[in-house]
């Protein structure tokens, strides 16, 4: 390694930042949502980003920082859990799934990679706060618009709970949680639009988080404040600014939730219209009080001479708060003691105001202790990665349906197993000593900037405890680069210098793991296209189709369910019988497969022992389903079973 680097205003340095934050407006803004479609367009771009700037360092185009053991090793534990996370689709009960989140870990890989690569660059976390300012400051002022128009996003007129562009809101919470940690770095700017910037992005946050009623964004944007304020250098003006935009947009909020076409769902359309354009007004007041408070209030003059008077004044504010808090509490709920003790529960929660003062875990505590019994039964690999949807269906007690267990290191523990959690915890402690080491060694000039991304780290790290994060590009691509840039920045940079075979190496790689992303792609494109020519009778465009398919994507349960479709559409019985069969070799843990193919028997071939003993496997596997009713196909086909069926 050399011990210059490439001058700052470089070309290359701008594309990297030009780069990662087109790569993070489309994380953000086309994501789509929890393991959305669209995560091979932008995995796409993220990879490809991510290995023309390693091939540029290598080539000493750009500078590397020197990563300290921490850092190192958070990178390596990174690289490894998504390797463990691709070998297990060996074991996977279902391949399919686990292969494409093997390819959301390269994705994520690559996020992180830019984040190493911003962070080398001089004044790496400044840069890279601004970019992310930006963003987020449009993907809340997106979000706040939706309350104005609600005709502006799918279910707009239904579900009042904030969530766009992201499709959660708790997800959304969480970057209103880093949103407000920049702003408060932002108005210390000297600079007035600079200034004026930072106001509009803290108020847009604490706004947008109330709105979206997220008890885990709260708590964790409460843990952002206390991190602010204790590593800052100048805690009395942030307590005074972060009241001067917060206060306003309290307000606003508090307006808000005292109506109900605005906070609950399903509200008349008409009122929900209404509301929002008087919503429309009143965000915009309070956006601009926060920003002439900020532009007009001498903070820093009054907190040097009038210190004491400021200390006095935010104290109040804060008791008050308290107190204003603690009385709409007992108004709502009465004696908080008896109601806490009545209140700690694992059903489902209201989608309503109510449930910011309701302690139910909302089905976590039900969700997490089958996590537990699935990772029990599998310890060391797990049901392979992105599976606890299917593997909990053998332990659930009732017929309550989830993707996730709500929690990312029990996520871990029931997929990948206690190596996948223990590679996900060294992640953890490596990161925490790596980003606190980077904000340490940042200069003082950049140390601010460093804390904001540190409290954007820090609010994912808190809220994944409880949620699904993991399944959000729009958050975890964001978090992780974050990451890389506190890992980078205050390390020695210099530049690398790499042979020809080392720079094809970056790009096989990255080749590879394009068709990871690619290829389940394309075989979904192709099972779509064998259905829709089955329903046209083009039986041999629709074999072709699916033939394909199986062949992009071996692990396709869909492309056997078109090769069925086909088979059934021709006529062939047999075929489509053979094609549902292999589909329960493929996924013999699968109760879908298995019920698939006992449908099939029971309505097509008109077979009630194959039936029977199909749909008695999926049974078995799926004891608590919906499916299973009185009278239902398993009875009749028992019945039938009863009656000689399987002697004949």
């Known amino acids: 390694m050399d011990a210059a680097a490439r001058p700052s205003g470089s070309v290359a340095e701008a594309v990297v930042l030009a780069a990662l934050g087109t790569l993070l407006v489309a994380a953000v803004f086309a994501g789509g949502g929890s393991r959305g479609s669209a995560l091979a367009t932008v995995g796409l771009a993220a990879l490809a980003a991510a290995a023309i700037g390693v091939v540029a360092a290598l080539r000493g185009i750009l500078p590397v920082a020197r990563l300290d053991r921490a850092g190192s090793l958070a990178v390596g534990a990174a690289a490894a859990l998504v390797a463990w996370t691709g070998l297990s689709t060996a074991w996977s009960i279902a391949g399919d799934h686990s292969w494409e989140w093997f390819g959301r870990g390269l994705v994520y890989l690559s996020f992180l990679a830019l984040g190493l690569l911003a962070g080398a660059l001089v004044s790496g976390a400044r840069r890279v706060t601004a970019v992310m300012g930006v963003v987020l400051g449009a993907a809340l002022g997106w979000a706040l618009l939706g309350v104005a128009i609600p005709s502006l996003f799918e279910d707009g007129d239904r579900i009042a709970r904030l969530r766009e562009p992201v499709g959660y809101w708790n997800a959304l919470a969480l970057l209103a949680d880093g949103a407000l940690a920049i702003g408060l770095w932002l108005v210390r700017d000297p600079r007035l639009p600079v200034r004026v910037g930072g106001a509009l992005l803290g108020y847009a946050a604490v706004l947008a988080l109330l709105l979206t009623q997220s008890r885990s964004g709260l708590v964790a944007g409460l843990l952002v404040l206390v991190l602010w304020l204790v590593l800052s250098d100048r805690r009395l003006e942030d307590g005074f600014r972060l009241a001067l935009l917060a206060v306003p947009a309290l307000v606003v909020g508090g307006w808000a939730f005292t109506r109900p076409a605005l906070v609950e769902v399903d509200a008349l359309r008409d009122d929900r219209v209404a509301d929002g354009r008087v919503f429309a007004i009143l965000a915009l007041t309070g956006a601009v009080l926060a920003v002439a408070g900020l532009w007009l209030v001498p903070v820093r003059r009054l907190v040097s001479e009038r210190r004491q008077a400021v200390r006095t004044a935010l104290a109040v504010v804060v008791v008050g708060g308290a107190l204003a808090g603690a009385s709409g509490v007992v108004a709502a709920v009465g004696n908080p003691f008896d109601w806490a003790s009545s209140q700690v529960r694992g059903g489902e929660c209201e989608n309503d105001p109510g449930r910011l003062t309701d302690l139910c875990a909302n089905n976590r505590l039900t969700w997490w202790g089958e996590a537990l019994e699935v990772a029990a039964d599998r310890p060391v690999g797990g049901t392979g990665a992105g599976t606890f949807a299917i593997a909990r269906r053998q332990v659930r007690d009732d017929a309550t349906t989830g993707s996730e267990p709500h929690s990312v290191p029990l996520q871990l523990l029931a997929d990948t197993g206690v190596v996948g959690l223990g590679l996900g915890l060294l992640l953890v402690g490596a990161a925490v000593v790596g980003v606190r080491r980077g904000v340490r060694l940042v200069p003082l000039d950049e140390r601010a900037p460093a804390v904001a991304l540190a409290c954007l780290v820090l609010a994912y790290g808190i809220h994944s405890l409880v949620d699904y994060d993991l399944d959000f590009l729009a958050v975890t691509g964001p978090a992780l680069a974050a990451l890389g840039v506190l890992l980078a920045v205050g390390r020695p940079r210099g530049a690398l210098h790499a042979r020809l075979p080392g720079q094809l190496?970056?790009?096989?790689?990255?080749?590879?793991?394009?068709?990871?992303?690619?290829?389940?792609?394309?075989?979904?494109?192709?099972?779509?296209?064998?259905?829709?020519?089955?329903?046209?009778?083009?039986?041999?465009?629709?074999?072709?189709?699916?033939?394909?398919?199986?062949?992009?994507?071996?692990?396709?349960?869909?492309?056997?369910?078109?090769?069925?479709?086909?088979?059934?559409?021709?006529?062939?019985?047999?075929?489509?019988?053979?094609?549902?069969?292999?589909?329960?070799?493929?996924q013999p843990e699968n109760p879908d497969v298995w019920y698939a193919l006992g449908l099939y028997h029971a309505i097509a071939t008109e077979d009630q022992c194959a039936a029977y003993q199909a749909l008695n496997r999926s049974y078995t596997l799926d004891p608590n389903g919906t499916r299973w009713v009185e009278g239902g196909l398993l009875d009749v086909a028992r019945d039938a079973v009863n009656a000689g069926a399987c002697e004949r």
């Open 505 to 586: 190496a970056v790009v096989a790689v990255a080749a590879a793991g394009a068709l990871v992303l690619v290829l389940p792609a394309a075989a979904d494109r192709r099972v779509e296209q064998s259905l829709t020519a089955s329903d046209a009778g083009r039986i041999d465009e629709a074999v072709a189709a699916a033939e394909r398919a199986r062949l992009l994507n071996p692990f396709s349960l869909g492309a056997l369910d078109a090769l069925a479709t086909a088979a059934d559409a021709a006529g062939d019985r047999d075929a489509a019988v053979a094609w549902y069969e292999e589909a329960t070799r493929l």
